[in-house]
């Protein structure tokens, strides 16, 4: 005790002493100067003014902007139309606008770059693709392999190191054979930020790292529904969402309410929408993707006799979340009988047919009350409800009859995806902060309220559609031959699933 009152003595006869000698190994002098002459009096307001000044530097060091970062969207879950839901990101000085797919199911934003190889040069949309030019960027730089990004991404597969230039690149391969591959570039990213007090939006910028592909491979070559990039929203360091949110410029959660009708488009916001109804449901810790824990599914309340195995998360089993899967797949041995269900179930308008392996039902009444509902039942008492044409396709029509088939495909192996047939026409909520996603059906054609973390409270964000004007809102995309539908259905349904 003697001990620590001497220690406290001598600090304070140093801290005292207008001059004092720092008590250590080796030698210096520290002059400690008053900010207050002692012989004068200070107004509070003095002393008032002189925090803000230093809280001020403090907040510059830690910059909390407010108001809710927003991205357009464009594109419909619907093969026949897209089949992809995109957005448009501008890089660059000047800033330039690159068209990408929103994708859950990988972590990078990636544009093609100039003499990029397969990259397509046009696409069946109605925007214009651009080649994506670091030498014309004034704020452009490259990324080295010892840059803290790329020693992360390396442990995630994000990204290699190319030892002879010592560059930081990237090659990717998706679950369907598809590929990019090029090196990572340092530039601005425009952020359109809609105002917490809802008086409109404003512009800001921060320095990203994103991908420059130089080559790009399989179904990224067809022109169809080509974009020019891959905007990846997983939860790993490359990816924008946790760039953002580590340089304090973004919370750490994002949202998205994907419009389910032919015309399309949405709402993306870096943000949480707030909504009375959300349900969440945890994520399943250490995965490479957002893996939730299915525990069972049920048809018209009738829990399906499905070994709770055959959702259990591993390496290469488990439910994901993606956005960059066209429809939706269930684990092998969850298929049948979930489709022996839905069979069993329609009403007597329905016939139910084979078409080329499929289940299919020529239908003559609305499928809304000729078909059953679904939950997809998850930990944290979390149900997903589906409804019929959240799970049904429509092929065609027969003699003034509709003809719809199961939506749903069957997964060769053990992993469930529920991609944008079943996430359409809903909010969903990646909460990275507090690990957990959330949802809740909605009409995505009305705007949201989306949390600021400010003391304004919330922002509202209205949906809206990219290349809609005049007369293509009747008519927004480009509508595809038959041979274009085929290859996308057969070869084309789950494109942006990172193979693992």
Not at 181 to 193: A, H, N, P, T
Not at 351 to 374: K, L
Not at 463 to 468: A, F, V, W
Request: net charge negative; glycine share 8%.
């Amino acid at each position: 005790m003697a001990a620590v009152l001497l220690g406290k003595l001598l600090i304070a006869v140093v801290l005292l002493m207008p001059h004092a000698v720092v008590l250590c190994s080796f030698p210096a002098t520290l002059t400690l100067e008053r900010a207050f002459p002692t012989n004068h009096k200070v107004e509070l307001s003095q002393l008032r003014a002189r925090d803000r000044v230093r809280h001020g530097r403090m907040l510059q060091q830690s910059p909390s902007p407010s108001g809710v970062i927003s991205f357009p969207v464009g594109g419909t879950f619907n093969p026949y139309l897209v089949g992809l839901y995109f957005t448009s990101v501008k890089l660059g000085t000047p800033a330039t606008e690159y068209y990408v797919q929103i994708d859950t199911g990988s972590d990078v934003l990636w544009v093609g770059c100039t003499s990029c190889s397969g990259c397509p040069q046009s696409t069946g949309l109605k925007i214009q693709l651009k080649d994506f030019d670091p030498s014309s960027s004034s704020t452009a730089s490259l990324v080295s392999c010892s840059d803290k990004l790329c020693t992360l991404g390396q442990q995630n597969q994000d990204s290699l190191c190319d030892a002879q230039n010592k560059q930081c690149t990237y090659d990717f391969e998706y679950g369907d054979g598809s590929g990019a591959s090029g090196y990572y570039v340092s530039d601005l990213l425009l952020l359109d930020r809609a105002g917490g007090d809802q008086s409109g939006t404003s512009n800001s910028s921060a320095n990203i790292v994103f991908g420059c592909s130089t080559s790009a491979t399989g179904v990224l070559q067809k022109t169809a529904s080509a974009v020019d990039g891959i905007f990846g929203f997983g939860q790993h360091e490359l990816s924008v969402i946790s760039q953002l949110s580590s340089q304090g410029l973004a919370p750490k959660v994002f949202s998205h309410c994907f419009r389910g009708d032919d015309t399309g488009g949405g709402i993306l916001v870096l943000g949480e929408i707030t909504e009375p109804n959300i349900v969440y449901s945890p994520l399943v810790q250490n995965q490479a993707h957002y893996n939730l824990n299915l525990n069972n599914i049920a048809v018209n309340g009738q829990k399906l006799d499905i070994d709770s195995s055959v959702f259990a998360t591993s390496n290469t089993q488990g439910t994901i979340v993606d956005s960059g899967t066209t429809l939706a797949y269930l684990a092998e041995n969850a298929y049948d009988p979930f489709v022996n269900a839905i069979t069993s179930a329609v009403s007597q308008s329905v016939t139910p047919v084979t078409s080329q392996g499929d289940q299919c039902y020529i239908v003559t009444s609305s499928i809304s009350t000729a078909f059953p509902q679904v939950s997809l039942n998850f930990d944290g008492n979390a149900s997903m409800i589906l409804r019929p044409e959240d799970y049904l396709l429509q092929q065609n029509s027969m003699n003034g009859a509709e003809v719809w088939c199961i939506g749903i495909g069957k997964n060769q192996g053990q992993q469930t995806v529920l991609g944008d047939l079943v996430l359409k026409d809903k909010i969903i909520v990646y909460d990275l902060a507090n690990q957990r996603i959330g949802w809740a059906q909605y009409n995505c054609s009305k705007s949201v309220s989306v949390s600021t973390n400010t003391s304004t409270g919330t922002a509202s964000v209205n949906p809206g559609s990219i290349g809609l004007s005049g007369s293509a809102r009747n008519d927004p995309f480009k509508l595809m031959t038959t041979s274009m539908m085929i290859f996308l259905v057969l070869t084309s349904i789950i494109h942006i699933v990172p193979s693992l």
